[in-house]
């Protein structure tokens, strides 16, 4: 089992920046991939970002040159750093693991945070 739990929401202009983080606690010595997915108000869940166990990043097209993600595995947290926020960006951000990375790709991860809001006005 392992347990995620976010941080690092908040409300930003556009242009600015946030750093979301996500601690992992329990069986945390295994070799999870994790990620980063958000969902708006009236839309699917979305893939933003992922990383293996590793450390290769994935990005979806539209956060590309704007977010990085990362890891301390000394401190058992993820990490995505977001700059040059957009209003579009606004959303629920979650953190997800799992083991295999096609169940996390696709949105199927096992473990899940509670998420942590970010909004982006113009």
């Known amino acids: 089992q392992v347990q995620l739990v976010e941080s690092g929401g908040g409300s930003v202009q556009a242009g600015g920046s946030l750093r979301l983080s996500c601690a992992a606690s329990?069986?945390?010595?295994?070799?999870?991939?994790m990620g980063w997915f958000r969902q708006s108000a009236g839309k699917q869940r979305e893939r933003v970002s992922s990383i293996t166990p590793d450390g290769t990043t994935s990005y979806r097209d539209s956060v590309k040159g704007r977010f990085t993600i990362s890891k301390d595995n000394t401190k058992n947290t993820l990490y995505l750093q977001m700059n040059s926020l957009k209003p579009e960006d606004t959303a629920m951000y979650y953190c997800a693991a799992d083991p295999d990375l096609y169940r996390l790709w696709t949105g199927s991860a096992r473990y899940w945070g509670q998420g942590t809001q970010v909004t982006v006005s113009s």
């Open positions: 329990g069986d945390t010595n295994s070799r999870h991939y």
